[in-house]
Protein backbone atom coordinates (compact mmCIF):
# COMPACT_ATOMS: atom_id res chain seq x y z
CA UNK A 1 0.00 0.00 0.00
CA UNK A 2 1.44 3.40 -1.05
CA UNK A 3 2.10 5.73 2.23
CA UNK A 4 1.71 8.50 -0.34
CA UNK A 5 -1.43 10.36 -0.51
CA UNK A 6 -1.96 11.70 -4.43
CA UNK A 7 -3.88 15.19 -5.23
CA UNK A 8 -7.39 14.94 -6.31
CA UNK A 9 -9.57 17.76 -7.76
CA UNK A 10 -13.40 18.29 -7.37
CA UNK A 11 -15.58 21.09 -8.63
CA UNK A 12 -18.33 22.49 -6.19
CA UNK A 13 -20.45 25.40 -8.04
CA UNK A 14 -18.24 25.90 -10.84
CA UNK A 15 -15.28 26.48 -8.59
CA UNK A 16 -12.24 24.05 -8.86
CA UNK A 17 -10.87 22.77 -5.43
CA UNK A 18 -7.72 20.29 -4.99
CA UNK A 19 -7.01 18.15 -1.67
CA UNK A 20 -4.92 15.50 -0.73
CA UNK A 21 -7.00 11.76 -0.66
CA UNK A 22 -6.95 8.70 -1.73
CA UNK A 23 -7.58 7.53 -5.01
CA UNK A 24 -11.48 6.18 -5.84
CA UNK A 25 -12.58 2.93 -8.32
CA UNK A 26 -15.37 2.17 -9.57
CA UNK A 27 -15.95 -1.78 -10.50
CA UNK A 28 -16.53 -3.32 -13.98
CA UNK A 29 -20.23 -2.61 -13.93
CA UNK A 30 -20.52 0.47 -12.56
CA UNK A 31 -17.63 1.18 -15.68
CA UNK A 32 -19.42 -0.27 -18.12
CA UNK A 33 -22.75 1.70 -16.86
CA UNK A 34 -20.79 4.80 -17.26
CA UNK A 35 -20.12 3.37 -20.95
CA UNK A 36 -24.19 2.48 -21.65
CA UNK A 37 -24.82 6.31 -20.59
CA UNK A 38 -22.33 7.48 -23.31
CA UNK A 39 -23.32 5.43 -25.84
CA UNK A 40 -26.76 4.14 -25.38
CA UNK A 41 -27.60 1.05 -27.22
CA UNK A 42 -24.81 1.51 -29.98
CA UNK A 43 -22.15 0.21 -26.71
CA UNK A 44 -21.64 -3.58 -26.32
CA UNK A 45 -19.34 -4.73 -24.19
CA UNK A 46 -17.06 -7.89 -25.13
CA UNK A 47 -15.77 -10.72 -22.65
CA UNK A 48 -11.83 -10.53 -23.84
CA UNK A 49 -10.78 -12.51 -21.69
CA UNK A 50 -12.33 -14.84 -18.66
CA UNK A 51 -11.82 -13.41 -15.48
CA UNK A 52 -10.60 -9.78 -16.80
CA UNK A 53 -10.79 -6.93 -14.68
CA UNK A 54 -11.05 -4.35 -17.12
CA UNK A 55 -13.67 -3.32 -19.29
CA UNK A 56 -13.64 -3.86 -22.84
CA UNK A 57 -16.30 -3.20 -25.62
CA UNK A 58 -17.54 -1.28 -28.64
CA UNK A 59 -18.86 1.66 -29.96
CA UNK A 60 -20.83 2.06 -33.10
CA UNK A 61 -20.73 6.01 -34.84
CA UNK A 62 -23.56 7.52 -35.96
CA UNK A 63 -21.60 6.74 -39.42
CA UNK A 64 -21.33 3.42 -38.85
CA UNK A 65 -17.36 3.24 -38.08
CA UNK A 66 -16.47 1.06 -34.94
CA UNK A 67 -14.71 1.95 -31.97
CA UNK A 68 -13.18 -0.78 -29.69
CA UNK A 69 -12.46 0.27 -25.80
CA UNK A 70 -10.31 -1.03 -23.38
CA UNK A 71 -11.12 0.22 -19.98
CA UNK A 72 -9.38 0.91 -16.54
CA UNK A 73 -9.71 3.12 -13.54
CA UNK A 74 -7.51 6.16 -13.68
CA UNK A 75 -4.97 6.09 -10.15
CA UNK A 76 -2.13 7.56 -9.12
CA UNK A 77 1.44 5.69 -9.97
CA UNK A 78 2.11 5.33 -6.03
CA UNK A 79 5.32 4.36 -4.31
CA UNK A 80 7.68 6.23 -1.87
CA UNK A 81 6.94 10.09 -0.47
CA UNK A 82 8.96 11.95 -3.74
CA UNK A 83 9.25 9.01 -6.18
CA UNK A 84 6.19 10.37 -8.34
CA UNK A 85 4.47 13.66 -8.64
CA UNK A 86 0.97 13.49 -6.56
CA UNK A 87 -1.05 14.86 -9.54
CA UNK A 88 0.26 12.14 -11.98
CA UNK A 89 -2.11 9.58 -13.18
CA UNK A 90 -1.84 6.37 -15.24
CA UNK A 91 -3.58 3.00 -16.21
CA UNK A 92 -1.78 0.09 -16.64
CA UNK A 93 -1.64 -2.11 -19.78
CA UNK A 94 0.26 -5.58 -20.05
CA UNK A 95 0.70 -7.99 -23.36
CA UNK A 96 -3.23 -8.47 -23.34
CA UNK A 97 -3.94 -4.89 -24.17
CA UNK A 98 -1.63 -5.19 -26.99
CA UNK A 99 -3.25 -7.81 -28.12
CA UNK A 100 -6.71 -6.76 -27.67
CA UNK A 101 -5.21 -4.08 -30.18
CA UNK A 102 -3.65 -6.63 -32.85
CA UNK A 103 -7.24 -8.65 -32.80
CA UNK A 104 -9.82 -5.35 -33.30
CA UNK A 105 -7.16 -2.88 -35.02
CA UNK A 106 -8.46 -3.83 -38.49
CA UNK A 107 -11.88 -4.00 -37.47
CA UNK A 108 -11.79 -0.62 -36.63
CA UNK A 109 -10.38 2.42 -34.13
CA UNK A 110 -8.81 1.08 -30.89
CA UNK A 111 -8.82 3.53 -28.12
CA UNK A 112 -7.71 3.01 -24.33
CA UNK A 113 -9.60 4.52 -21.59
CA UNK A 114 -9.05 5.62 -18.12
CA UNK A 115 -11.59 6.63 -15.87
CA UNK A 116 -11.20 8.82 -13.00
CA UNK A 117 -13.73 9.64 -10.63
CA UNK A 118 -13.47 11.52 -7.54
CA UNK A 119 -16.31 12.64 -5.25
CA UNK A 120 -19.20 13.90 -8.11
CA UNK A 121 -17.43 13.83 -11.10
CA UNK A 122 -15.77 11.23 -13.56
CA UNK A 123 -13.62 11.83 -16.11
CA UNK A 124 -12.64 9.92 -19.36
CA UNK A 125 -8.47 10.03 -19.81
CA UNK A 126 -7.76 8.46 -23.27
CA UNK A 127 -4.81 7.45 -24.49
CA UNK A 128 -3.53 6.44 -28.78
CA UNK A 129 -2.16 3.15 -28.43
CA UNK A 130 -0.02 3.16 -31.00
CA UNK A 131 3.31 4.94 -29.39
CA UNK A 132 2.98 3.25 -26.76
CA UNK A 133 2.96 -0.52 -28.53
CA UNK A 134 5.50 0.70 -30.88
CA UNK A 135 7.87 0.51 -27.48
CA UNK A 136 7.53 -3.12 -27.44
CA UNK A 137 7.64 -3.52 -30.86
CA UNK A 138 10.45 -6.65 -30.28
CA UNK A 139 9.32 -7.43 -27.12
CA UNK A 140 7.04 -10.34 -25.52
CA UNK A 141 6.24 -8.10 -22.42
CA UNK A 142 6.91 -10.51 -20.43
CA UNK A 143 8.90 -9.98 -16.91
CA UNK A 144 12.09 -11.96 -16.08
CA UNK A 145 9.91 -14.34 -13.67
CA UNK A 146 7.20 -15.37 -16.22
CA UNK A 147 4.43 -13.12 -15.36
CA UNK A 148 2.81 -10.41 -18.15
CA UNK A 149 5.09 -7.22 -17.38
CA UNK A 150 3.06 -3.61 -16.29
CA UNK A 151 3.62 -0.32 -18.14
CA UNK A 152 1.89 2.57 -17.24
CA UNK A 153 0.28 5.19 -20.01
CA UNK A 154 0.47 8.36 -17.79
CA UNK A 155 -2.10 11.72 -17.87
CA UNK A 156 -1.63 14.59 -15.14
CA UNK A 157 -4.68 16.17 -13.41
CA UNK A 158 -4.28 19.16 -14.87
CA UNK A 159 -4.87 17.74 -18.59
CA UNK A 160 -8.03 16.35 -16.75
CA UNK A 161 -9.03 19.43 -15.53
CA UNK A 162 -8.43 20.83 -19.14
CA UNK A 163 -10.75 18.12 -20.80
CA UNK A 164 -13.31 18.60 -17.89
CA UNK A 165 -13.69 22.50 -18.54
CA UNK A 166 -13.38 22.76 -22.51
CA UNK A 167 -15.57 18.77 -22.96
CA UNK A 168 -12.84 17.60 -24.10
CA UNK A 169 -8.84 18.02 -24.28
CA UNK A 170 -5.88 16.79 -26.88
CA UNK A 171 -2.12 17.08 -26.56
CA UNK A 172 0.96 14.81 -27.77
CA UNK A 173 3.06 14.44 -24.62
CA UNK A 174 6.94 14.80 -24.17
CA UNK A 175 7.24 11.21 -25.20
CA UNK A 176 4.71 11.86 -28.52
CA UNK A 177 2.33 9.92 -26.88
CA UNK A 178 -1.31 11.30 -28.11
CA UNK A 179 -3.46 11.70 -24.86
CA UNK A 180 -6.16 13.94 -23.93
CA UNK A 181 -9.15 13.96 -21.41
CA UNK A 182 -12.93 13.95 -22.04
CA UNK A 183 -16.21 15.03 -19.76
CA UNK A 184 -18.30 12.42 -19.06
CA UNK A 185 -21.44 12.77 -21.56
CA UNK A 186 -19.17 14.00 -24.20
CA UNK A 187 -17.06 10.72 -25.16
CA UNK A 188 -19.74 9.73 -28.13
CA UNK A 189 -19.28 13.51 -29.83
CA UNK A 190 -15.82 13.24 -29.24
CA UNK A 191 -15.39 9.53 -30.80
CA UNK A 192 -17.84 10.87 -33.58
CA UNK A 193 -16.05 14.24 -34.52
CA UNK A 194 -18.65 16.02 -32.98
CA UNK A 195 -16.22 17.43 -30.90
CA UNK A 196 -13.11 18.57 -32.72
CA UNK A 197 -10.88 19.79 -29.41
CA UNK A 198 -10.48 23.14 -31.42
CA UNK A 199 -9.44 25.84 -29.34
CA UNK A 200 -10.31 29.29 -31.43
CA UNK A 201 -7.87 31.09 -28.85
CA UNK A 202 -4.68 28.22 -29.78
CA UNK A 203 -5.61 28.44 -33.36
CA UNK A 204 -4.91 32.26 -33.47
CA UNK A 205 -2.01 32.39 -31.54
CA UNK A 206 -0.80 29.59 -33.71
CA UNK A 207 -1.63 32.13 -36.92
CA UNK A 208 0.56 34.59 -35.03
CA UNK A 209 3.24 32.34 -34.77
CA UNK A 210 2.93 31.21 -38.40
CA UNK A 211 2.40 34.29 -40.08
CA UNK A 212 3.52 37.13 -37.89
CA UNK A 213 6.80 36.22 -35.94
CA UNK A 214 10.26 35.84 -37.07
CA UNK A 215 12.18 32.79 -35.55
CA UNK A 216 15.52 31.62 -35.31
CA UNK A 217 17.03 34.88 -37.08
CA UNK A 218 18.55 37.59 -35.16
CA UNK A 219 16.08 40.62 -34.67
CA UNK A 220 18.09 43.88 -33.86
CA UNK A 221 17.17 47.00 -31.70
CA UNK A 222 17.31 49.11 -35.10
CA UNK A 223 14.77 47.38 -36.72
CA UNK A 224 12.70 46.68 -33.99
CA UNK A 225 12.53 49.94 -32.02
CA UNK A 226 11.24 52.04 -35.30
CA UNK A 227 8.57 48.83 -35.71
CA UNK A 228 7.27 49.54 -32.59
CA UNK A 229 7.65 53.15 -32.63
CA UNK A 230 5.57 53.18 -36.02
CA UNK A 231 2.70 51.13 -34.26
CA UNK A 232 2.16 54.14 -32.26
CA UNK A 233 -0.03 55.82 -34.30
CA UNK A 234 -1.86 52.99 -35.64
CA UNK A 235 -2.68 50.96 -32.55
CA UNK A 236 -1.88 53.22 -29.80
CA UNK A 237 1.17 50.86 -28.46
CA UNK A 238 3.51 53.56 -26.64
CA UNK A 239 5.92 51.36 -24.92
CA UNK A 240 8.57 51.83 -27.83
CA UNK A 241 11.21 53.43 -25.67
CA UNK A 242 11.38 51.06 -22.97
CA UNK A 243 15.46 49.61 -23.00
CA UNK A 244 13.95 45.90 -22.37
CA UNK A 245 12.47 45.66 -26.12
CA UNK A 246 12.72 41.74 -26.61
CA UNK A 247 9.63 41.70 -24.52
CA UNK A 248 7.19 44.87 -25.38
CA UNK A 249 8.19 43.82 -29.25
CA UNK A 250 6.10 40.25 -28.92
CA UNK A 251 3.20 42.52 -27.17
CA UNK A 252 3.85 44.75 -30.15
CA UNK A 253 3.52 41.89 -32.48
CA UNK A 254 0.33 40.82 -30.79
CA UNK A 255 -1.22 44.60 -30.70
CA UNK A 256 -0.74 44.92 -34.69
CA UNK A 257 -2.21 41.83 -35.36
CA UNK A 258 -5.21 41.79 -32.79
CA UNK A 259 -5.65 45.73 -34.44
CA UNK A 260 -5.91 44.48 -38.00
CA UNK A 261 -7.87 40.91 -37.27
CA UNK A 262 -9.88 41.97 -34.13
CA UNK A 263 -11.64 38.53 -32.39
CA UNK A 264 -13.82 37.62 -29.86
CA UNK A 265 -11.89 35.02 -28.76
CA UNK A 266 -8.49 37.11 -27.83
CA UNK A 267 -7.39 41.00 -27.15
CA UNK A 268 -4.62 42.82 -26.13
CA UNK A 269 -5.91 44.65 -23.43
CA UNK A 270 -3.26 48.21 -23.50
CA UNK A 271 -4.64 48.86 -27.17
CA UNK A 272 -7.64 46.73 -27.71
CA UNK A 273 -10.82 48.82 -29.78
CA UNK A 274 -13.40 46.99 -27.68
CA UNK A 275 -14.66 49.52 -25.40
CA UNK A 276 -16.37 46.27 -22.91
CA UNK A 277 -12.74 44.87 -22.86
CA UNK A 278 -10.86 48.18 -21.74
CA UNK A 279 -13.49 48.32 -19.06
CA UNK A 280 -13.40 44.59 -17.47
CA UNK A 281 -10.05 44.16 -17.89
CA UNK A 282 -8.37 47.55 -16.97
CA UNK A 283 -7.51 46.44 -13.41
CA UNK A 284 -6.26 43.04 -14.01
CA UNK A 285 -2.40 44.12 -14.70
CA UNK A 286 -2.41 41.53 -17.23
CA UNK A 287 -1.74 41.97 -21.36
CA UNK A 288 -4.48 39.05 -22.91
CA UNK A 289 -8.37 38.94 -22.34
CA UNK A 290 -9.62 35.88 -23.77
CA UNK A 291 -13.46 37.47 -23.62
CA UNK A 292 -15.72 35.38 -24.91
CA UNK A 293 -18.33 33.67 -22.70
CA UNK A 294 -17.29 30.18 -22.89
CA UNK A 295 -13.43 30.54 -22.21
CA UNK A 296 -13.83 34.10 -20.31
CA UNK A 297 -10.03 34.20 -18.74
CA UNK A 298 -7.11 36.30 -18.68
CA UNK A 299 -3.52 35.89 -19.96
CA UNK A 300 0.08 37.96 -20.44
CA UNK A 301 3.12 37.74 -22.87
CA UNK A 302 6.30 37.19 -22.04
CA UNK A 303 9.15 36.80 -23.39
CA UNK A 304 12.13 34.51 -21.41
CA UNK A 305 15.70 34.75 -22.23
CA UNK A 306 17.07 30.91 -22.31
CA UNK A 307 19.56 30.45 -19.05
CA UNK A 308 19.21 29.78 -15.78
CA UNK A 309 17.04 30.94 -12.69
CA UNK A 310 13.60 32.11 -12.99
CA UNK A 311 12.03 34.47 -14.56
CA UNK A 312 9.43 36.75 -12.99
CA UNK A 313 6.13 36.84 -14.63
CA UNK A 314 3.83 39.35 -12.44
CA UNK A 315 2.90 40.83 -9.60
CA UNK A 316 1.60 38.77 -6.43
CA UNK A 317 -1.36 41.04 -6.39
CA UNK A 318 -2.59 41.36 -9.78
CA UNK A 319 -2.18 37.75 -10.26
CA UNK A 320 -4.21 36.22 -7.00
CA UNK A 321 -7.27 38.61 -8.02
CA UNK A 322 -6.71 37.70 -11.57
CA UNK A 323 -7.17 34.01 -10.22
CA UNK A 324 -9.79 34.44 -7.94
CA UNK A 325 -11.74 35.92 -10.64
CA UNK A 326 -11.31 34.09 -14.01
CA UNK A 327 -9.89 30.53 -12.04
CA UNK A 328 -6.93 30.57 -14.73
CA UNK A 329 -4.30 32.39 -16.32
CA UNK A 330 -2.65 31.45 -19.27
CA UNK A 331 1.06 32.82 -19.30
CA UNK A 332 2.35 32.66 -23.28
CA UNK A 333 6.25 32.71 -22.77
CA UNK A 334 8.29 33.21 -25.88
CA UNK A 335 11.61 32.16 -25.73
CA UNK A 336 15.20 33.33 -27.24
CA UNK A 337 18.36 33.93 -27.23
CA UNK A 338 19.85 37.36 -26.38
CA UNK A 339 22.88 39.15 -27.46
CA UNK A 340 23.83 41.63 -24.60
CA UNK A 341 23.90 45.32 -25.25
CA UNK A 342 27.67 45.30 -25.31
CA UNK A 343 28.27 43.57 -28.79
CA UNK A 344 29.99 45.32 -30.76
CA UNK A 345 31.19 48.11 -28.66
CA UNK A 346 27.61 48.74 -27.16
CA UNK A 347 26.69 49.74 -31.35
CA UNK A 348 22.90 48.89 -30.56
CA UNK A 349 22.62 50.79 -26.97
CA UNK A 350 24.46 53.92 -28.63
CA UNK A 351 21.84 53.38 -31.53
CA UNK A 352 18.64 53.47 -29.50
CA UNK A 353 19.76 56.74 -27.47
CA UNK A 354 20.48 58.66 -30.22
CA UNK A 355 17.43 57.51 -31.81
CA UNK A 356 15.25 58.97 -29.28
CA UNK A 357 17.43 61.92 -28.98
CA UNK A 358 17.33 62.76 -32.88
CA UNK A 359 13.10 62.02 -32.38
CA UNK A 360 13.27 64.66 -29.59
CA UNK A 361 11.84 62.32 -27.32
CA UNK A 362 14.78 62.14 -24.54
CA UNK A 363 13.43 62.27 -21.19
CA UNK A 364 15.62 65.43 -19.59
CA UNK A 365 13.92 64.91 -16.58
CA UNK A 366 15.15 61.44 -15.64
CA UNK A 367 18.91 61.82 -17.49
CA UNK A 368 19.87 65.90 -17.96
CA UNK A 369 22.66 65.51 -19.71
CA UNK A 370 22.29 63.11 -23.06
CA UNK A 371 24.49 59.84 -22.64
CA UNK A 372 24.96 57.52 -25.29
CA UNK A 373 25.58 54.85 -23.25
CA UNK A 374 22.25 54.94 -21.04
CA UNK A 375 20.69 51.79 -20.50
CA UNK A 376 23.49 49.61 -21.13
CA UNK A 377 21.58 46.63 -20.84
CA UNK A 378 19.50 46.98 -23.98
CA UNK A 379 19.45 44.05 -26.02
CA UNK A 380 21.66 43.92 -28.87
CA UNK A 381 19.24 41.72 -30.45
CA UNK A 382 17.24 38.75 -30.11
CA UNK A 383 16.20 35.24 -31.84
CA UNK A 384 13.17 33.60 -30.47
CA UNK A 385 13.29 29.92 -31.04
CA UNK A 386 10.12 28.61 -29.13
CA UNK A 387 7.01 29.72 -27.60
CA UNK A 388 5.20 27.36 -24.71
CA UNK A 389 1.84 28.21 -22.77
CA UNK A 390 1.26 27.38 -19.27
CA UNK A 391 -1.65 27.61 -16.98
CA UNK A 392 -1.81 28.94 -13.76
CA UNK A 393 -4.54 27.00 -11.71
CA UNK A 394 -5.10 26.01 -8.29
CA UNK A 395 -3.85 22.65 -9.37
CA UNK A 396 -0.40 24.02 -10.82
CA UNK A 397 -0.31 26.95 -8.63
CA UNK A 398 2.33 25.42 -5.65
CA UNK A 399 3.99 22.89 -7.59
CA UNK A 400 5.49 25.06 -10.34
CA UNK A 401 5.32 28.73 -9.26
CA UNK A 402 6.37 30.72 -6.55
CA UNK A 403 6.46 34.28 -5.50
CA UNK A 404 10.21 36.06 -4.90
CA UNK A 405 10.85 39.65 -5.03
CA UNK A 406 11.68 42.06 -7.51
CA UNK A 407 14.99 43.71 -8.54
CA UNK A 408 15.53 47.24 -7.68
CA UNK A 409 12.66 50.10 -6.75
CA UNK A 410 9.81 52.02 -8.48
CA UNK A 411 10.60 55.37 -9.90
CA UNK A 412 8.73 57.02 -6.29
CA UNK A 413 11.51 54.92 -4.73
CA UNK A 414 9.37 52.47 -2.43
CA UNK A 415 10.46 48.60 -2.78
CA UNK A 416 8.69 47.15 -5.51
CA UNK A 417 6.51 43.98 -4.39
CA UNK A 418 7.02 40.39 -4.97
CA UNK A 419 6.01 38.60 -7.62
CA UNK A 420 5.02 35.32 -8.98
CA UNK A 421 8.36 33.76 -10.64
CA UNK A 422 9.04 30.11 -12.86
CA UNK A 423 11.58 28.33 -13.73
CA UNK A 424 13.46 28.70 -16.39
CA UNK A 425 14.75 24.97 -16.64
CA UNK A 426 11.51 23.84 -16.24
CA UNK A 427 10.46 26.18 -19.44
CA UNK A 428 12.81 24.83 -21.10
CA UNK A 429 14.01 21.49 -20.68
CA UNK A 430 10.55 20.54 -18.77
CA UNK A 431 10.27 16.56 -18.24
CA UNK A 432 7.07 17.11 -16.32
CA UNK A 433 4.43 18.56 -18.60
CA UNK A 434 1.13 18.86 -16.96
CA UNK A 435 0.97 22.49 -16.68
CA UNK A 436 1.94 22.95 -20.73
CA UNK A 437 -1.05 24.09 -22.58
CA UNK A 438 0.55 24.16 -25.73
CA UNK A 439 4.52 23.99 -27.41
CA UNK A 440 5.08 25.40 -30.51
CA UNK A 441 8.35 24.93 -32.36
CA UNK A 442 8.42 27.04 -35.57
CA UNK A 443 9.33 23.68 -37.50
CA UNK A 444 5.67 22.76 -36.36
CA UNK A 445 3.11 22.82 -33.99
CA UNK A 446 2.85 20.69 -31.00
CA UNK A 447 -0.50 20.10 -29.14
Known amino acids: ?24 KKNSEEIADLLKKEFGSSFSRIQYRRRQRVVTGSYETEDHKEVYLMVANLTFMGGKEGQHRKDLKRIQYDVTWRE ?20 DIN ?44 GSYTKVDKNKNVVGAVRTGELAKY ?15 EYINNNAIEWNR ?9 YMKNLEEVTGFKYWKQNLWNGWYIEAVYSEYLHKYPSEYIDYIATSDNSDVKEEYKDIGLDLAFPEK ?19 LNDKSKVEYALKKYKRIWFIIYIHEKKPGKTN ?16 EWDYKVHPVYEPLSAPNTPHSVSYSEMIIIELNEITRDKYFSVGAQWGVNSDGKIRGPKFKVSK ?3 KDITDDSFVIYRFRPEKAIH
Open 1 to 24: MSNVIPMQMSICEGELHTEYAEDS
Open 345 to 360: DYEMVKWRNNYILELG
Open 218 to 226: WIMANYAIP
Open 191 to 205: LAGVEKNENPILEII
Open 123 to 166: IWAFFEPETYLQKHKDSNMISKGGHKAKYSCHIYLNDLYQGYTG
Open 294 to 312: KQHFVGDLKAVCEGYGSTL
Open 425 to 427: KML
Open 100 to 119: FYEDYSSKGRVLWLGLYSYK
